[in-house]
């Protein structure tokens, strides 16, 4: 069971996590030529201007006193796609920035939780980091509309998948919130199964 500082420390690392994701969103738009992130606030460190209150706080809060992974999203930057480059290409650098950022938030807590040999909070808080991060990196790359991984998997598709997804996007989030309601068994052992393989990494990475 949680105690209260555990809470906080959930709390602190998803409203820096989500703000982090949601930057880098709107910094790479930014760079491919959409000016549109600078013009809505997002190339910023408030969490006000990202976060959603049930899909950023609430839902990962819940999931966090349950015990399952933590997954969650955050107000979708708004881009003008007619302004990237690269088209199709370019919105797809633009929704994968989001969960390599989570990616790599996970990894510098790995890192940081091995070589630093942390204990109390701060050790809590870069546990914390690590599964987090890794939760919002998975659950944003699956491929649904408007998750980010439908961006990639957009840039990627024949053209007859590509229509298919564009008629379809408007009841994406729809099929999200159904996914995660009565499928939330199943997508959490898939992550769970995800998550070990990403560690697995780190490790390989960190100890060769």
């Not at 709107?26 to 030529?33: D, Q, S």
């Not at 298919?164 to 994406?172: D, H, I, P």
């Not at 159904?178 to 998550?195: D, Q």
Request: glycine share 10%; net charge neutral; with cysteine.
């Amino acid at each position: 069971m949680y105690d209260i500082w555990n809470i906080v420390i959930v709390l602190v690392v998803i409203v820096f996590s989500m703000t982090l994701h949601e930057m880098a969103h709107g910094f790479v738009a930014y760079k491919l030529g959409d000016q549109t992130p600078k013009a809505d606030g997002r190339l910023t460190f408030n969490p006000i201007k990202h976060l959603d209150l049930y899909m950023s706080v609430i839902l990962p809060l819940l999931l966090a006193l349950s015990g399952g992974p933590i997954f969650g999203g955050a107000k979708p930057v708004r881009i003008n796609t007619n302004k990237l480059r690269w088209d199709e290409w370019g919105f797809a650098l633009v929704a994968i920035a989001g969960p390599l950022t989570n990616l790599l938030l996970a990894f510098i807590a790995f890192q940081f939780l091995y070589y630093a040999s942390p204990t109390g909070l701060f050790q809590v808080f870069l546990v914390q980091a690590v599964w987090v991060n890794l939760g919002f990196c998975i659950f944003n790359m699956i491929p649904i509309p408007p998750l980010d991984g439908s961006r990639v998997l957009y840039a990627l598709a024949p053209e007859p998948v590509q229509n298919f997804m564009e008629k379809t996007e408007r009841y994406g989030m729809i099929v999200v919130l159904v996914l995660v309601v009565f499928g939330g068994t199943l997508l959490s052992s898939i992550m769970i199964g995800a998550m070990q393989g990403i560690l697995t990494g780190f490790q390989w990475l960190t100890f060769g």
